[in-house]
């Protein structure tokens, strides 16, 4: 059976160094300073799982953010999906993903970036690899409470602010993945609302209590859910 695992990665498989418990494994430097982690267990379940069936890392961060990770030198995915899926990076190369569903937009992202730019409320504002909005609002600022005039879809996290052309989301790139691999069955994992379109699309989807419907298995760590990939279903 060939059997496909999409993945988020930040507060799913790894986490930063505000969660570092002692023994964690550093997959990430940035500034100079450990930002990433993963702990011991968790990455030898993973490469165990990963020998076995296809591994995709499916992640909102930049194609620069990804290649940071650096994970260890004998475990490496071949595969990764950046950009909220709109590039597939296959080792050193990059290829559009869901590239062509950002270009009916872009003039409204452009528009939207010389809005807030110079809006005092956001500590920053940019496009992320050409393909959606990344604002982070002040700290003394709720971000739930701005308001945005758009037909991006808009998704807050703390005092991140995410606007995504409509199609721009991981159960888009997983259809493309499934497309792609043709797999008798997916799974997934993922910790927030940007998750959700990829797990509510998988056989058998991990997703933390806070996201946890009928159809999901809770989980609070990483290490639980690999666990229970690798003993209940290989």
């Given at each position: 059976m060939k059997i496909l695992f999409a993945c988020d990665l930040d507060n799913t498989l790894?986490?930063?160094y505000k969660k570092f418990r002692a023994g964690d494994i550093c997959v990430e430097i940035y500034d100079g300073r450990e930002q990433s982690f993963i702990s011991p267990e968790a990455l030898d379940l993973l490469k165990t799982i990963a020998a076995k069936i296809f591994?995709?890392?499916?992640t909102t961060r930049s194609i620069a953010q990804y290649r940071r990770i650096f994970w260890t030198e004998d475990f490496f995915p071949s595969l990764a999906v950046v950009a909220n899926g709109a590039y597939l990076l296959d080792g050193d190369n990059q290829?559009?993903?869901l590239r062509e569903v950002v270009v009916p937009h872009e003039e409204e992202l452009k528009t939207l970036q010389e809005k807030f730019s110079d809006n005092p409320a956001f500590n920053i504002c940019r496009i992320v690899d050409e393909s959606f909005l990344f604002l982070k609002c002040r700290?003394?600022?709720?971000?739930d409470k701005i308001s945005f005039d758009t037909s991006l879809t808009v998704q807050r996290f703390g005092k991140k602010i995410y606007l995504f052309p409509p199609k721009l989301n991981k159960g888009e790139a997983l259809k493309l993945l499934t497309k792609k691999f043709s797999p008798d069955k997916i799974f997934c994992a993922g910790d927030s609302?940007?998750?959700?379109?990829?797990l509510e699309l998988a056989d058998v989807a991990f997703a933390p209590k806070n996201l946890c419907g009928k159809k999901f298995v809770c989980f609070e760590t990483a290490e639980e859910f690999l666990k229970r990939i690798a003993e209940e279903f290989l």
């Open positions: 790894i986490h930063s591994f995709v890392p499916l290829e559009n993903f700290d003394d600022l709720d971000a609302e940007i998750d959700l379109s990829m």
